[in-house]
C-alpha cells in the first residue's frame, strides 16, 4: 500500500500570482490508487469534523513513509521553492506523519460555507511546523472538478496571521453559501487553480493562502476525496 509509481509524471508551476510562487504537479501518483481510494471509502464513516466542510478520516501508518523519498527530492528544491526548507521541521513532520483523507459533499459546503475561505496552513503569528501542503486526489475520472486554489487578499499572498476579523463577522451574521461567494469575489483574487484529476498529487507552501476549489453544485452524488499531508 501507498507505494509510488513507476510512471511518475512532475511537472513544476513556476510564477504563480503576484508574488511568483511554485507548486508541483505528480501525476501517475500511486500504484495501486484504487487500494488507497478503497480503505478512505471504507473509512469515511469513522470521520471527524475539523475545520473545513465534511469530515476527516486519520489513521496511523508506517507505510505512509513508502512516498517520503520522493518528497525528500522535492522539497529541498530551493531554486523552485526560493527559499531552504527546514530539515529539522520537516522530519519531525514525517515522524508524526499518518494517513488523512478530506471528504467533502454538496450538502458540508452549504452547511459550512465559511470553510470555502483561503487560508494558510502556518501562519509568522500563528506558526505551525508545516512547510509544505499536498494533497492527493483519489475520484475517479468522472468524478473529478474543482482542484486546489491559490489565492491573495488585500495584494498579498501571505498573510501574517489568520482573517479573524473577517471570519468572525461571516460567523456572527451565519452568512450563506451566496454570501460567502460574493465576500470571495470581492475581497480575494484567485491566482491559479492546481486542478484535480484521479491519482494527482500537489504540492504547494503552506504559508500561501489557498482553499479547495468548491461550488454548491459539485459532489452532490459522491464526495470530493481528497488526501493531505503536511511537511
Known sequence: MFELSDELD??????????????????????????VRFISIRGQGGG?????????VCFPTNEIRNIKPLFDQICFDEDIWGRPTDKDKYESAWGNASYM???ITSESIVEMPGGLIPHQDTYELDPHPNQFGVVIYLNVPEECNG???????????????KLHDLLSKLEREKATYEEV?????????????????????????????????????????????AQVLFL
Open 10 to 35: 512532475i511537472t513544476v508551476v513556476s510564477d504563480i500570482g503576484i508574488d511568483k510562487k511554485s507548486a508541483f504537479i505528480i501525476d501517475n501518483f500511486y500504484k495501486d490508487p484504487d487500494a
Open 48 to 56: 471527524m469534523s475539523g475545520g473545513m466542510p465534511g469530515n476527516r
Open 101 to 103: 483523507c478530506n471528504f
Open 147 to 161: 482542484g486546489t486554489s491559490i489565492w491573495s487578499y488585500n495584494g498579498q499572498m501571505t498573510v501574517k496571521d
Open 181 to 225: 461567494q460574493e465576500v470571495m469575489s470581492s475581497s480575494f483574487n484567485k491566482e491559479h487553480v492546481l486542478e484535480m484529476k484521479y491519482n494527482r498529487a500537489v504540492v504547494y507552501p503552506t504559508d500561501i493562502l489557498h482553499s479547495a476549489e468548491l461550488k454548491s453544485e459539485w459532489f452532490k452524488e459522491y464526495p470530493r476525496i
